[in-house]
């Protein structure tokens, strides 16, 4: 709107330029006519009333004192050419002119000869000012050319370019006008158009698979933005739809993951479990002296094997279960020194910035993440000829940062999105629910947890837990 209103506005005033100029065009092209009707008249009358021959010799007496009289009387100067375009006479008394003027230019004389009105208009300019001459033959009584009659006139333009002025000066402040309403118009058109775009992108930008969705509700919208509003909440509603077959599809496919997964662990301790049993009903006497001891020995190795398949039991049972948090002010630092009280590896180490930041966590939880964390970095370490891993807690604004770092094998790209799956893992034993449940413990407080490794050079866990619980 902003835009048209100017472009018209410059346009009307080139258009109004354009207008003013032809019509002095005009002006001066019709003044300069009845000026040299008006002398011709004169020069005629004088003609028919002299005494003397109609001749281009006797122009110059004929015309000796009446030339004045016509020039005053019709405010008009001229001068008398002959017909090879030599001054004869001038109304002016003293004719200063530059020696050309004196004798007409043969181009002249050639454009009034070829003229079938025959008569020429000069146009050129002086001094700044635009100039017109006009040649006109000047005729006997039987209309044989005689003569040529120059009638000089200078084009005074400042009334128009005064008129000119006004108007343009009018017709900016019009347009100025014009300009400021249209920027008002476009300025409360815009934001009333643009609100219910601003509420669209608003929700849009909100829209996430992992919650509800709200829909849309403006009063009295546009036919477009009712359009745009229906498209969005059709949207949402089949967002939803989606989203639950998603979520089920994948809660079955965890749940068949995860029943894959406990069916192979308990598969390892049953096979040599078997295997046991076999080997003692096949070589067992009553009467062996040694028998007691075999029986023992049966005996320790199926308690292993019960013990390890307790062990997967417990592993599924904590990580099934949302941790139960019961939140306290603790000594982070305190507590992850505790933690890692139970490690006796020579290469772990520990370092804090202060002696005492306070958060409200839950000890139990806080210790699991401490102790799953630094677990997964000494499995990384086994093959290092000098292994170190590094625990350290630090205060970042509102945030606990806690960071435990290896030079251990590292891990390969091609895994970096599969990390903290629970069924996944890239030890040769495991279960791959540690850094699964490190993850949902620290997200359950609105925490982070991350990783960033190379491979052969080692991985550093950065995790932030929140200082107060929100």
Not at 19 to 24: L, V
Not at 90 to 110: G, M, Q, T, W, Y
Not at 141 to 167: A, M, Q
């Amino acid at each position: 709107m902003i835009v048209l209103v100017m472009i018209s506005s410059i346009l009307i005033a080139g258009i109004t330029f354009y207008q003013f100029r032809e019509q002095t065009k005009d002006y001066h092209r019709l003044r300069l006519s009845k000026k040299e009707e008006q002398v011709k008249q004169s020069v005629n009358y004088t003609l028919k009333n002299t005494t003397y021959p109609q001749t281009t010799e006797y122009l110059g007496r004929i015309f000796q004192y009446e030339i004045y009289q016509i020039s005053d009387v019709l405010s008009a100067p001229f001068n008398i050419y002959d017909l090879d375009g030599q001054l004869i006479k001038s109304s002016r008394p003293k004719f200063e002119v530059d020696v050309n003027s004196n004798c007409l230019d043969a181009e002249i004389l050639n454009n009034l000869e070829s003229s079938a009105e025959k008569r020429y208009v000069q146009r050129n300019s002086a001094v700044g000012d635009q100039y017109q001459a006009s040649y006109t033959y000047i005729t006997d009584k039987r209309f044989k050319p005689i003569g040529i009659l120059n009638l000089p006139y200078y084009e005074d333009n400042t009334f128009y370019d005064k008129e000119l002025r006004e108007f343009l000066m009018r017709l900016g402040t019009v347009c100025l006008l014009m300009l400021m309403l249209a920027i008002g118009l476009a300025y409360f058109i815009s934001k009333y158009i643009t609100r219910s775009l601003a509420t669209v992108s608003n929700m849009m930008y909100k829209t996430d698979l992992s919650k509800r969705n709200e829909k849309i509700f403006i009063k009295d919208p546009s036919s477009e933005i009712g359009k745009l509003v229906d498209a969005y909440n059709g949207m949402i509603d089949e967002l939803e739809q989606s989203a639950a077959k998603l979520a089920r599809s994948e809660r079955e496919q965890a749940w068949r993951e995860m029943a894959r997964q406990v069916a192979h662990e308990i598969k390892n301790p049953l096979t040599p479990m078997r295997l046991s049993v076999q080997s003692f009903e096949r070589k067992f006497d009553p009467n062996d002296p040694d028998i007691h001891k075999k029986v023992a020995e049966y005996s320790k190795t199926l308690i292993q094997q019960i013990d390890t398949m307790s062990n997967i039991a417990s592993a599924f049972s904590n990580f099934a279960k949302m941790p139960a948090q019961k939140n306290e002010t603790l000594n982070v630092v305190e507590i992850v020194k505790l933690a890692l009280d139970i490690f006796t590896e020579d290469y772990i180490h520990f370092l804090a910035e202060e002696e005492i930041i306070i958060a409200k966590l839950d000890r139990t939880q806080l210790i699991r993440v401490v102790t799953n964390l630094v677990k997964n970095a000494i499995q990384a370490v086994p093959d290092v000829a000098s292994p170190r891993i590094l625990v350290s807690v630090a205060s970042a604004g509102a945030f606990v940062k806690l960071s435990v770092a290896d030079n251990g094998i590292g891990i390969q790209e091609e895994f970096a999105d599969k990390i903290f799956e629970p069924k996944f893992t890239t030890k040769s034993s495991g279960m791959g629910l540690g850094l699964g449940m490190v993850k949902n413990i620290v997200e359950t407080y609105k925490g982070t947890i991350n990783f960033s490794s190379q491979p052969n050079k080692g991985t550093v866990f950065t995790v932030l837990f929140p200082k107060e619980k929100s």
